[in-house]
């Protein structure tokens, strides 16, 4: 296994934001490297100003930088699977203030996954790696940081510097050197202005991007 996977760019069929196309979900974070508080204010003001329904703003975060209490706590309550994250330089709880109605708390976990999407994304633009994770105790959590009762944790994303994947457990390795792959846009987008499905570019052989 080489110190990093090869190119992990998505092929797309026209040219995307590089920071999208460059976006993927490491396993090997460098356990050395640290997020500093100017990275870490970034992400999370592209989080906060992600698209939000009724300006309700519900989004919540708990953040913790490696070997301080709110690390440790969140690292704590990972899945085993996802104890790779023990590495990274910062882990930040999602949260989603569900509120007191059905559409508010359908919503807010709407609202909690582009935060997550323009977060991971500044990261990639900043040099660093993201991978968000479902695997961890939320009832734990909603104990151990005392968030009230309509305030929902949803995701753990962890922050840091992409590692070197020799050193990492064969199977984390073998995993994410799997080719990065994406149903086509035929499967996924149903209808385009009522005239059926577009006549998409095809796929190169090579990743389409700037």
Not at 27 to 33: I, S, T, V
Not at 38 to 66: F, S
Not at 192 to 205: H, I, M, N, Y
Request: aromatic share 6%; proline share 8%; with cysteine.
């Amino acid at each position: 296994m080489p110190s990093q996977p090869d190119d992990r760019h998505a092929r797309t069929r026209v040219p995307i934001h590089p920071p999208i196309a460059a976006r993927w979900s490491p396993r090997a974070f460098d356990p050395e490297a640290t997020v500093t508080a100017e990275q870490l204010t970034a992400l999370l003001e592209a989080a906060r100003w992600a698209a939000t329904w009724g300006h309700r703003q519900p989004v919540r975060y708990v953040v913790g930088v490696r070997a301080d209490e709110a690390f440790t706590t969140i690292a704590g309550l990972l899945r085993r699977g996802n104890s790779y994250a023990h590495a990274a330089g910062a882990l930040i709880l999602v949260c989603a203030d569900q509120g007191e109605d059905e559409r508010t708390a359908l919503y807010s976990a709407v609202d909690a996954g582009a935060a997550i999407a323009n977060l991971s994304v500044e990261a990639v633009a900043r040099g660093l790696i993201a991978h968000p994770m479902a695997g961890f105790d939320v009832d734990g959590a909603s104990a151990a940081f005392a968030l009230p009762e309509e305030v929902r944790p949803l995701a753990v994303v962890a922050v840091g510097s992409l590692g070197d994947y020799t050193r990492v457990a064969p199977e984390i390795a073998e995993r994410d050197g799997r080719p990065r792959e994406r149903l086509p846009l035929d499967q996924i987008v149903l209808n385009w202005s009522g005239a059926g499905f577009p006549k998409f570019p095809e796929l190169g052989d090579d990743p389409v991007v700037e």
